[in-house]
């Protein structure tokens, strides 16, 4: 029985192996910025409402 997706949807790095982009948003470092293709140093709930509304607007 599967418990979960698999493949480049299990994890982030999978994806990014599989030529996903991999963008980090958080206020503090992780362990994945050195492989992020863009990093947004904020909280989620700041951050998101604003990069929702950049890609609506296009």
């Not at 140093?41 to 607007?57: H, N, T």
Request: glycine fraction near 10%.
């Amino acid at each position: 029985m599967n418990s979960g997706p698999t493949g480049p949807r299990r994890h982030p790095l999978s994806a990014a192996d599989h030529g996903a982009r991999l963008i980090v948003v958080d206020a503090e470092p992780t362990p994945y910025d050195g492989l992020a293709d863009e990093i947004v140093p904020e909280a989620i709930g700041s951050a998101l409402p604003k990069l929702l509304a950049e890609l609506r607007a296009g």
